[in-house]
């Protein structure tokens, strides 16, 4: 498999997924595509259909050139702040890639520290295929552990809002209380709880 290529670089996409909720990991995902098998329908995973991410997922994972999936947990998010355990999940994803790339393009504004030459891209996930596709994998990677996660703490809805702070979720908090699943160092888990300051 030929993985696709920029001005003749080897290039891979990086995205994460859940940076916004308030429970589950953040994901991050890296994908290198094939310059000879094109996947079509690529988009911001956030703008597709909950089954055409899960259709897309399976032709990105057996057509392209290289990819990998990785996650900071819900205590290194509150260690290391949502955007620290975000950099560190995407370090985590391109560092399993089987295939080295000459080039990193990660979604936004801010890159992890990588041995490879890499970029920050606004709005990648809308223009760069490869981001697209990371984006993709880390969105339905994410969404199956927030089913997981439903199971073992049914009463937060966690298989409606994925852990982010609809209305229902703001209010089965105030009900319940946190769950292992929350992440304690976001204000409106700290305001609605108040223990963060004492665990």
Known sequence: MKP???????????????????????????????DDDPISG???????????????AVQIRSRAAAWAIASASVDEIDAYNI??????????????LAVEPHQVLVD???CPRLRFPVRAVVRGDDTVAAISAASILAKTARDAVMLELHARYPDYGFDRHKGYPTPDHLAAL???????????????????CGDYADT
């Open 4 to 34: 696709a290529t920029m001005e003749g670089l080897l290039i891979c996409g990086v995205d994460e997924a859940g940076r916004g909720p308030l429970a589950g990991p953040v994901f991050a995902a890296c994908v290198m595509l094939r």
């Open 42 to 56: 690529l988009a911001d995973s956030k703008k597709l259909s909950p089954a055409r991410r899960e259709e897309l």
């Open 83 to 96: 955007l620290g355990a975000s950099l560190l999940a995407m370090r985590r994803a391109v560092e399993q």
């Open 108 to 110: 936004g504004l801010h």
């Open 174 to 192: 105030r009900r319940c209380g946190v769950s292992p699943a929350h992440r304690r160092s976001f204000a409106p888990v700290r305001a609605l």
